[in-house]
């Protein structure tokens, strides 16, 4: 004989071999319709702000587009995909991109992980120490990019005067903006500034969550801090590490304005990456077809990146790599 219990404000029925059937009236299926009510409105914003935009760029991307009213723009299919593969200036522009990438995550996890746990020991003063690492963060992108496009100008700029007038180790200033790995060197000392604050306040708020009592276990153990951190700290924060890295990769190929205002991509689209060169493309030629063929291989491109990175470190905490 089969029991049951009714939920208050439902009426319960037992059917053939002793499944319960809740009437449309229960408390479970008024909270599934309470959660619709509330996740509908967003997810019909979401496709009307994002959804919608990006099916139109697709179909931008298949067409010979033309930006002039009643002009026709001639379905021309993959014809702006096979292009981009075969253009030499936007295979320069993910190189640099990857360079990009390649030298600023490492650099802004190191430096905001070492900050992090800096500061989150007992330091006179860590809050104000942590509103300054954290102001550049927050700082406008175009009023950073032209403070480092002044820092790192040939005359005149504080970098060449202090590298020619100070230490004396170049005898002539050095054109950092006017070639390409000096400029990137200048493009990605500017990421690592703006970003590393970032990353330490995310570090910060995962090793506030490390139990203190396994430090002091350990302490007593007499494990000294590299210990500590790397078997107490380390895999606590390691979910978080994984989602800082994602993050930092992808933006380190969204890599923008930095690019755009400190060099526009010269010279002679030596320092070009996919956004800038989408944008010129787009906004500066009106070739909106292939600029929109443009954004979508780099978004195929970080998509795949992002889930290598998602699974190796999936595969690395289930124990798969030892």
């Known amino acids: 004989m089969t029991t049951t219990t009714p939920a208050i404000g439902s009426v319960t029925r037992t059917a053939p071999g002793g499944t319960d059937r809740r009437t449309p009236g229960s408390p479970r299926r008024r909270a599934g319709w309470a959660g619709l009510v509330f996740i509908v409105p967003g997810f019909a914003l979401y496709l009307l702000v994002i959804g919608w935009p990006a099916v139109q760029a697709l179909l931008i991307s298949l067409r010979d587009y033309k930006i002039t009213p009643g002009a026709e723009s001639p379905w021309i299919g993959l014809a702006n995909y096979t292009r981009a593969l075969h253009d030499p200036v936007l295979a320069r522009s993910f190189v640099n991109a990857g360079v990009y990438m390649l030298t600023t995550v490492p650099t802004q996890i190191l430096i905001g992980l070492g900050l992090a746990v800096l500061l989150d020991t007992v330091l006179p003063g860590r809050t104000l120490f942590r509103v300054l690492f954290y102001l550049p963060v927050v700082t406008s992108w175009v009023v950073v990019s032209l403070l480092f496009q002044y820092l790192f100008a040939t005359d005149h700029g504080v970098v060449n005067w202090f590298l020619v007038d100070v230490l004396g180790v170049v005898g002539h200033p050095v054109n950092w903006l006017g070639q390409r790995w000096t400029a990137m060197v200048a493009i990605g000392a500017l990421g690592v500034w703006k970003g590393v604050g970032w990353s330490m306040l995310i570090f910060l708020a995962a090793l506030t969550g490390v139990p203190r009592e396994l430090h002091e276990a350990a302490a007593l153990d007499g494990a000294g801090a590299w210990r500590r951190f790397k078997h107490v700290s380390m895999p606590f924060i390691r979910p978080t590490m994984v989602t800082v890295v994602i993050l930092l990769v992808i933006g ?24 800038t060169y989408m944008y010129r493309q787009a906004f500066g030629y009106l070739d909106f077809g292939y600029g929109s063929a443009i954004s979508f291989l ?25």
């Open 298 to 322: 780099l978004t195929g491109l970080v998509l795949v990146i992002a889930g290598l990175q998602y699974w190796w470190a999936r595969r690395t905490a289930d124990g798969g790599v030892k």
């Open 252 to 275: 380190g190929f969204n890599v923008f304005t930095s690019v755009l205002l400190m060099t526009n991509g010269g010279p002679l689209d030596q320092t070009q990456v996919p956004l």
